[in-house]
């Protein structure tokens, strides 16, 4: 059975270094898959499976630390160069996610200027975070609708500020 390659990504390490990454369904799960090209030329690739999400900082950075460490096509300086690469790549991927969730959380925060009443406040709030966190990990408790406009304030407005950082 043939599966499908999604989310595919090319990493440009350096000018001659390449590493071309994707995720493929698995029987069992998926799996990364990563190939390392030198000046265009393939040479060498790694995968590794997960029967579960993964908990990366950034998709794909375990297949690609692995690729680098167990490849024999890199020198011993273009690992360390590729290395580097990962953990600086890591740390702008931080960047970007926190600027990201503190827009969303700007943007639900202004639910307090919009709305009259609590209950509107809190609906607003609701539905921003809901727009732009719900298919990223966002679950609201199974009892939401029976709380207060009050703790649901408090909870609403401890997540916007943790999202704030």
């Known amino acids: 059975m043939a599966y499908k390659k999604s989310n595919e990504k090319t990493f440009k390490i350096s000018k001659e270094i390449e590493i071309e990454c994707y995720s493929q369904g698995t029987s069992y799960g998926f799996r990364h898959v990563a190939t390392l090209l030198k ?3 393939e040479e060498d690739h790694k995968s590794m499976a997960y029967y579960n999400r993964t908990w990366e900082s950034f998709t794909y950075e375990s297949v690609l630390f692995y690729l680098v460490r ?3 096509y890199l020198t011993k300086e273009e690992k360390e160069i590729a290395n580097k690469f990962i953990k600086d790549y890591q740390k ?10 503190g827009m969303i959380a700007n943007i639900a925060k202004l639910g307090d200027l919009f709305a009259d009443n609590q209950k509107d406040k809190n609906s607003w709030k609701e539905r921003m975070l809901k727009a732009g966190l719900e298919n990223k990990g966002l679950e609201f408790p199974s009892d939401w609708e029976t709380l207060s406009e009050e703790e649901k304030e408090i909870r609403l407005n401890n997540v916007i500020n943790n999202m704030k950082g």
Do not use: L, Q, R, S
């Open 39 to 41: 000046e265009g030329y």
């Open 92 to 101: 702008i991927d931080e960047m970007e996610v926190n600027k990201k969730f």
């Open 70 to 72: 167990k490849t024999k």
